[in-house]
């Protein structure tokens, strides 16, 4: 038996290099890896495309064996099928059966975890309103956009409830709302203690929701750890106040220069394009504009947040209302309850000017610092502004190298 | 199981969606409710009347003429076998597509990284196939056995309408004559019997005698296959099951030739049935004054009767052909065994349909199982290539055997040909056992231990190993590795 402490994936020393069908080698496309998921953790894979994120994740799975090293799922060989019913997976791209429908679809793979009936369809409906796909369940997957198979590729990977929770690139294709809900449901996910692995190009990703990262470039492990490590970047203080005249800037240059430091720059804080956009969906989805896409429903499926599925007299219950007409009824409903516009963090702006007044913005900043829970809020990030110098120059790299 | 179940409702679901299921369903459609109007558009001038001038009456001698049973029989041939041809393409097209594309595509990947082992996907993928084709076996079956029924219903004449029953809508039995098998040697013998008290042996080195063997057998074989006019030549039937019910029609056919007369001169002469004259229920005879063109296959109806309890039936024939006053054929009669056989319904048709279809149902499942082994390491384009050609193979056997045989003058390619398709022969099963057009042409019963035989060769064997091979493929395949074309 696995210990609880004992990584939940390993890997040992894995190289995986392509062959062609001589088998002349082509690409190593992972070296030898070492790297480690431990239980209850958020894990970003980063690197630059063509790092050997998917490969890496393939292998895990047992999609594809590993030229050389060896790695451990659950402490079994990542092939043993019994290992498959703690994991979701989304691949990168969402392989799914063009001909089915999206209720088929996660019903299929509902099948295969051998769920009940039942429960099957509790989840089905539970996570085809979670992911916003309700009002579109019986169209063919294969006309669905990117967008949306990405979120139906997100539901099906969550079917069985998993312990490991495998995403590659899970926000690729998805539009800003559907990033955000990612990212949020991540984080929810995470608190409730799954791990995840969670393979990404873009920093924003695994900057808001990953507590450790591995960064990958060529293959090669670059660097690992704790995002605040990676991250914080000591010795600079960020001020953010309401319009102030130039008289009172220049005071403050005065008080810095009183401590011995100067001011490096001042600017008006602009909205972030991402917090503008949600604030626009969530207005048109309080007016009940229609979309014929997807839509946020703000919710988790009940069974992920750990709430005990429905039993007895209450699935009867539910049954008997979705069989007041199927489709129908479900085309019927409402559109999926609104969720109040993403709060712009008045409540650290107010904090901080009743801060400025006694003179004490610092403080409330590290404060805020010491407190890692919030970062997610899409708000304009009092987070410390990030050293990325090693992505930084790990990106350029890799442009140099494509250019 | 249930994992098994749901891989083959995805399965059946799958092909069901496909386009080009909807397109060969349409086809099958044409092909089954299309093909009895053929005799109508391009055989116009057939009435029921034509045959029943001496249909359904025992003993007289029936030529071969073309009449609205011939049709119902026609419709059965060819409907049966363009639905087997079209399910086996459909088969292999869809089959190769869903083990295929899903590879190449990538969709694979997410049911594969499901609890499920990857040998009960490829199980669950062949099941879902074979599920289909359940499916579509018995649609056309039901199909071409109601439109066999509204044939059959439309033919007003009461003798055509019996024949038509006897004929078509049974099972019957066909056998052939053992008196070839049994006679030759002994009349060989005899013929070297004399010749050895002739003495004319003793000089002889042993080619010659071997040559001299080899004329016995051929003057033995004369001597058992003519009969000079006035003389008399028998045959004896054994081990004939019982007839399917009183009324039902035993037909004997034979077919006469002549040194030298022109096909269709016509002859006379007496055949005589009788049961064994030692049995129990001996002393039944049947005569029938013939009257018949030369190399033409006639017959004669019997009644069932003359079937003995022991399952034997004798049949004389007295040659009352003298010799020609004209002198310009020789009127020694001879018949060839291949073209002389009783033929007679042993079993009703309804069961005997069903077993055909199981017939095609072994060939389905037999293909299914051939295109998965395939696919699981092939791309769609050479999987499908492959699996055309083994069924091609299959489908031609009996000519290919012919057409690669090993004759006087053979050269490089003949040689080639013969042992490349040599070696395939052994590997793949029998087709003739599950071949419906051959069975259909005479209405033959199929009978159970035929079924099994076939079952254990297509599917016993051959889809069990090939199904064993494609799921070892499939689980030690490193999917995600695939480079598409
Ligand atoms: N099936 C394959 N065959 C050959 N090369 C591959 C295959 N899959 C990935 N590669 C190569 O391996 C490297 C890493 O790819 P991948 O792991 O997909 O990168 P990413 O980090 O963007 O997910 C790339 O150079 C890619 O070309
Ligand atoms: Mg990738």
Known sequence: MIQPSEPYVQTFKVTKVFRDFWRREKVAAVRELDLEVRPNEVLGLLGPNGSGKSTTIKMILGLLYPTRGFIRVFGKRPTDVSIKARIGFLPEESYLYPFLNAWETLDYYGRLFKQPRIQRRQRVEMLLDMVGLTQVAYRRVGEYSKGMQRRIGLAQALINDPDLLILDEPTSGLDPLGTRQVKDLIQQLGRRGKTIVLSSHLLSDVEDVCQRVAILYGGRLRACGEVNDLLSQHGLTQIIAEDLSPAALDKIRAIAAGEGKSVLDISAPRQKLESLFLQIVADAQRERIATGGAVDTGRLAPFLRGEGELEGPQVVEQLLAATNGDGAAAAAQPVAPVRPPVPLDAELLSELTDAAEHGDGRKVLEDRKAAPTKPAKPAPAPAPAADRRIIDSLMKDDQADHA | ?485
């Open chain 2, 1 to 485: 199981m249930r994992r098994i179940w749901a891989v083959t409702r995805q399965t059946f679901i799958e092909i069901l969606r496909m386009r080009r299921t909807t397109l060969f369903i349409f086809i099958l459609a044409a092909v089954v409710l299309g093909v009895p109007q053929l005799p109508r558009l391009f055989n116009k001038d057939v009435k029921p009347q034509t045959a029943a001038l001496s249909a359904g009456k025992p003993g007289a001698v029936q030529a071969p003429q073309a009449a609205q049973r011939h049709h119902v029989q026609t419709f059965l041939v060819y409907s049966v076998g363009l639905a087997g041809i079209i399910l086996s393409l459909l088969t292999i097209l869809a089959g190769c597509k869903i083990i295929c594309e899903e590879q190449a595509r990538r969709y694979v990947f997410t049911p594969l990284t499901k609890p499920v082992p990857r040998w009960q996907y490829v199980i669950g993928r062949w099941a879902g196939l074979v599920l289909f084709q359940m499916l579509m076996i018995a649609a056309v079956g039901l199909a071409v056995y109601g439109t066999a029924q509204v044939l059959r219903l439309n033919v007003k004449d009461r003798a055509e309408r019996l024949q038509l029953d006897n004929q078509v809508f049974a099972g019957r039995y066909r056998s052939a004559p053992n008196s070839l098998d049994e006679d030759l040697p002994k009349v060989a013998a005899k013929i070297m019997q004399q010749r050895e008290q002739n003495e004319r042996l003793k000089d002889l080195s042993p080619e010659q005698i071997a040559a001299s063997w080899d004329n016995a057998r051929l003057l033995a074989r004369e001597a058992l296959e003519n009969v000079a006019p006035f003389g008399r030549l028998g045959w004896r039937f054994t081990e004939l099951p019982k007839p399917l019910n009183d009324n039902a029609l035993v037909e004997f056919h034979f077919t006469a030739g002549t040194g030298k007369a022109a096909a269709g001169t016509g002859l006379k002469g007496i055949f005589l049935f009788s049961r064994d004259p030692n049995s129990e229920d001996a002393g039944a005879y049947f005569r029938s004054d013939a009257t018949f063109l030369t190399d033409r296959d006639s017959s004669i109806l019997l009644p069932a009767h003359m079937v003995g309890s022991d399952g034997r039936l004798f049949v004389e024939f007295l040659n009352e052909n003298p010799g020609d006053p004209a002198a310009t054929f020789d009127t020694t009669l001879m018949f060839p065994p291949e073209e002389l056989y009783i033929i007679y319904p042993v079993a009703p048709f309804e069961p005997n349909f069903l077993r055909l279809l199981l017939m095609m149902l072994i060939l389905q499942v037999f293909l299914a199982s051939t295109t998965l082994l395939a696919g699981t390491w092939l791309s769609f384009p050479v999987a499908t290539l492959m699996c055309l050609t083994i069924y091609a193979i299959g489908a031609m056997q009996r000519f290919l055997v012919e057409a690669t045989a090993i004759r006087y003058k053979s050269g490089f390619w003949v040689y080639l040909g013969h042992y490349i398709y040599g070696g395939l022969q052994h590997i793949m099963p029998n087709f003739e056992l599950i071949d419906t057009s051959t069975v259909l042409m005479d209405s033959l019963v199929v009978p159970w231990t035929r079924l099994a035989v076939a079952g254990v060769a297509f599917v016993g064997v051959w889809t069990v190993l090939a199904l064993t091979v494609a799921a070892f493929v499939f689980t030690k395949r490193e999917l995600a590795s695939v480079i598409v074309e």
